[in-house]
């Protein structure tokens, strides 16, 4: 699409070794052999404490995250709002299922508030359930089972840490998002963020869900939400998504014999995809939007109802998402063009992050087209700044 089709402005915070080590490990993971290879010997090095933390740092990692630590994501932060676009710092330790890590994981949350408050090259804070919370836990609670009496200790807990996060956003007006994942616990997670949103959102939009365009069920849930803040008398904050987790799902669903509770093809995802961005912008006195997403129709068709509903470009209640190391031609275009952007910037200590890794490898595998779509990109950048 010609307005994303500038390369100059996509890339331009990259110095011409970054834009090798992008254009390499795009090229890289266009092989699926290869990142399974890679991930294998990654896990097996790790384990045996190889000392490859090095070669990762400067491959794939700095490829996708902002750095270790916050400071260390700093310079990171600061080049990318030279241009526009802003950071959500994301915490990306994945896969962890001890309490002692989720304690960890709120105090970092917690402690993240302030320092993003500020900044304002950070406009938003986010969490993920299952970085919080086990997720064999939320699937309990979610299913009706009776829960142990440590469980529901433990649960009580969930609530509280949930709680905790979203009332240091609030103190420091700082906006909240919280990641979906999967079914199995999201009604669970919606419940809880939706007691969030009644209780901090009353004059502004702190608190934002995230909403999963590939479930068949999300339209009526806007639809409900809406009402139901009429009633409750807030704001509605909401991250729209496609959803990463369709395999997966529709294993489960297969396997256990429930209906499956993803769209029936790409088709129809993007046609709820579209609808809620309708739906949202007409309503947009009661919502706030993040549209998070690397489909170029998708982005350009927000700015199209942005103008159709008389919204400013830099309205304070749209955004546009991107992560950290992917499509930049969006995010950077349409940041000069005066829209909201700002790119989930994952950090963390290597180790931990690796799952994180391993997913946008493998992400991008699959989804062939976009990853020809970077390489396209790059090498044109390449090009251009070799003078042909
Ligand atoms: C800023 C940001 C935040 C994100 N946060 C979350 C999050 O909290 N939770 C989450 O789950 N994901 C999250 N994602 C990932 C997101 O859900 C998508 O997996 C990813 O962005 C690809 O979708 P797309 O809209 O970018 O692109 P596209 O390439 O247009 O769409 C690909 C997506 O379409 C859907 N799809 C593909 N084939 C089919 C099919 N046959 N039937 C039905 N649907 C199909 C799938 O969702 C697939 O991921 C986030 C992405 C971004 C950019």
Request: charged residues 30%; proline residues 3%; negative net charge.
């Amino acid at each position: 699409m010609d307005r994303f089709d500038n390369t100059e402005i996509a890339f331009c915070i990259k110095s011409d070794r970054e834009l090798d080590r992008a254009y390499y490990l795009f090229r890289m993971m266009r092989k699926p052999a290869l990142v399974k290879i890679g991930s294998s010997l990654v896990k097996i090095g790790l384990a045996l404490h190889l000392p490859i933390k090095g070669i990762i740092r400067a491959t794939v990692f700095d490829h996708f995250c902002g750095g270790v630590s916050i400071q260390d994501c700093e310079n990171i932060i600061r080049k990318m709002h030279s241009q526009g676009v802003s950071s959500i710092l994301d915490y990306s330790i994945e896969g962890q299922d001890e309490e002692s890590s989720f304690v960890h994981a709120e105090e970092v949350a917690v402690e993240a508030i302030p320092i993003a408050k500020e900044k304002a090259e950070i406009p938003f804070t986010v969490f993920k359930p299952t970085g919080m919370a086990r997720l064999e836990l939320l699937a309990k609670v979610q299913e009706g089972s009776e829960l142990s009496k440590s469980e529901m200790e433990e649960w009580e807990r969930v609530k509280k840490r949930f709680d905790r996060i979203a009332k240091t956003a609030y103190e420091n007006d700082l906006p909240l998002m919280i990641d979906a994942e999967e079914t199995w616990i999201q009604t669970v997670c919606d419940n809880l963020v939706i007691d969030l949103m009644r209780k901090y959102n009353k004059k502004k939009t702190i608190v934002f869900n995230t909403l999963q365009m590939y479930r068949h069920d999300r339209m009526d849930h806007i639809k409900w939400l809406l009402e139901d803040s009429k009633e409750h008398n807030y704001k509605i904050g909401l991250k729209i998504v496609r959803g990463a987790y369709m395999e997966k799902e529709r294993e489960r669903a297969e396997e256990m014999g429930y209906p499956d509770p993803i769209q029936k093809n790409k088709e129809a995802t993007d046609r709820d995809f579209d609808l809620s961005m309708e739906f949202m912008t007409e309503h947009i006195d009661h919502f706030s939007i993040c549209c998070g997403t690397h489909n170029e129709e998708s982005s350009d068709k927000l700015t199209k109802l942005l103008a159709k509903h008389k919204i400013s470009k830099d309205d304070p209640r749209v955004y546009f998402s991107q992560l950290f190391g992917m499509s930049d031609h969006i995010s950077y275009n349409l940041a000069a063009e005066g829209y909201n952007v700002v790119k989930y910037l994952p950090y963390g200590p290597v180790t931990k992050v690796m799952p994180y890794l391993f997913r946008r490898a493998e992400e991008n595998t699959s989804i062939e087209g976009q990853t020809g779509r970077e390489l396209n990109l790059l090498t044109k950048e390449k090009k251009r700044r070799k003078g042909h």
